[in-house]
């Protein structure tokens, strides 16, 4: 999907290869895990910046969108959301404010992304929308 990933004119920055690989399963194609690959993605590395939290806003607002495009169950995309949200309140727990910030944010993200239609694409190689963090998260 022309759409998604990387170099994309729409929000959805991220997300292409699960957005391949259902389709490929919705498909009939059988598809295997392979723990001997790995792919790195940058990330926090523990160092939760303005910028890792954007990133992970990018990731999460994608994820969302590509699992309500592949028809994900309600149930499915819950428990995603709940994830971040756990992590949130865990980091809280423990006083590590940023990474819970990092996870709160990804947990929005994940809930925006999933009520897009298709809608959000890029005026001018900016985003045409405000910035997540600067939104009020819902």
Sequence with gaps: DEHLGLGAQTTWTASEESDYLARAIAAGARVRYEPAFEIEHPGHRGRYTAESIRRGESY???????????????AQFTGLVLRAWTGAALALLTARIGKARFHWRVAAARRLGWRERGDCVRAEGAMAREPLSNMEAS
């Design 60 to 74: 999460g607002r994608a994820l969302g969108y590509v699992m309500r495009k592949n028809n994900a169950s309600p």
